[in-house]
């Protein structure tokens, strides 16, 4: 089989159309039509079906979509094996990482990745949500993002996940509120507060809601703002109470607000690294995978 054929048919599975696939590529629409109906003349099975004024994959599709990985990570690791005979770089890894990950393990990644020569590192600061992230797989080597802990995993068909770390969720109050003396925090004390929170979607808004469905307690939200360190200065100034990631903050407001953890129950995140199957295999995308352990680990022992 043609490999540059199964990169287009993988380029389709993962964008979900013919005109995706074809700006991803940079050829036409109809370039990539021709290349996956050349792959399907050429396995000599059905590959795509008519869906609405599209295409979408058969069975016989999606399997070979699997294999296709495969095939491309394993002639990626030969690349990368042969370049170091050819006394080139160790390549190039493009990140993508949302915004309170950025400012919890960029700073010393960034310190780590500059003692390793060679390893060339783009990094894209994106704010996303989890189903955002298998469609971020197709332009990045690695998209660290997070999910409530009592979500759905990712599907691992076509996906690697590599956990990071597990950031426990606070109740960010005011200095002088009622409940600061508290050790623990019962969410049912909470129930006629005012709850700044993140925009629906977004995994500790997940969470929220997740608590709210097994306590039966339901937070009134009045603010949603996507920048803890905002959400922070508003709880600081008596504007509501919010739930805020263990590790992440240490700011300005710090010592205006009090942190304490919810009583009886779990309130986390999970930051993990998702990749194309195979992709981590490659030295420089496994040194990064390393790196990021390293510094997780760094921040969760400073905690």
Request: net charge neutral.
């Amino acid at each position: 089989m043609d490999v540059g054929r199964l990169r287009v048919l993988r380029e389709f599975a993962d964008r979900g159309s013919v005109t995706a696939a074809a700006k991803a590529l940079h050829c036409t629409p109809s370039a990539v039509s021709q290349q996956l109906r050349a792959l399907q003349a050429e396995v000599g099975l059905v590959l795509t079906e008519p869906a609405g004024r599209g295409l979408r994959l058969t069975d016989a599709g999606r399997t070979l979509v699997v294999h296709a990985d495969e095939v491309i990570a394993a002639l990626d690791r030969a690349e990368a094996a042969l370049d170091v005979f050819r006394s080139l770089p160790h390549g190039r890894v493009r990140v993508a990482i949302f915004p309170s990950a950025a400012l919890m393990l960029l700073p010393g990644l960034l310190h780590r990745l500059g003692e390793v020569e060679g390893l060339d590192v783009e990094v894209r600061y994106l704010d996303m949500t989890p189903r955002e992230v298998p469609e971020l797989v197709a332009d990045f080597d690695i998209v660290v993002t997070h999910r409530d802990e009592h979500a759905e995993p990712f599907p691992s068909a076509r996906l690697d996940v590599v956990p990071l770390l597990r950031e426990p969720l606070d109740v960010a109050l005011p200095g002088g509120h009622r409940l600061a003396r508290r050790r623990r925090v019962d969410l049912t004390e909470l129930a006629g507060e005012q709850w700044i929170s993140v925009d629906v979607g977004f995994p500790v808004d997940d969470v929220l809601r997740s608590l709210a469905v097994r306590t039966g307690v339901r937070p009134q939200v009045t603010q949603r703002i996507n920048d803890f360190r905002i959400i922070e200065a508003l709880v600081a100034a008596g504007h509501g109470i919010a739930l805020l990631p263990r590790y992440t903050l240490a700011g300005t407001w710090s010592r205006r607000i009090v942190r304490r953890p919810l009583a009886g129950i779990r309130a986390a995140r999970l930051i993990e690294a998702v990749l194309r199957t195979g992709t981590g295999t490659r030295p420089p995308v496994a040194t990064v995978l390393e790196l990021l352990h390293a510094e997780a680990e760094a921040v969760t022992r400073k905690a």
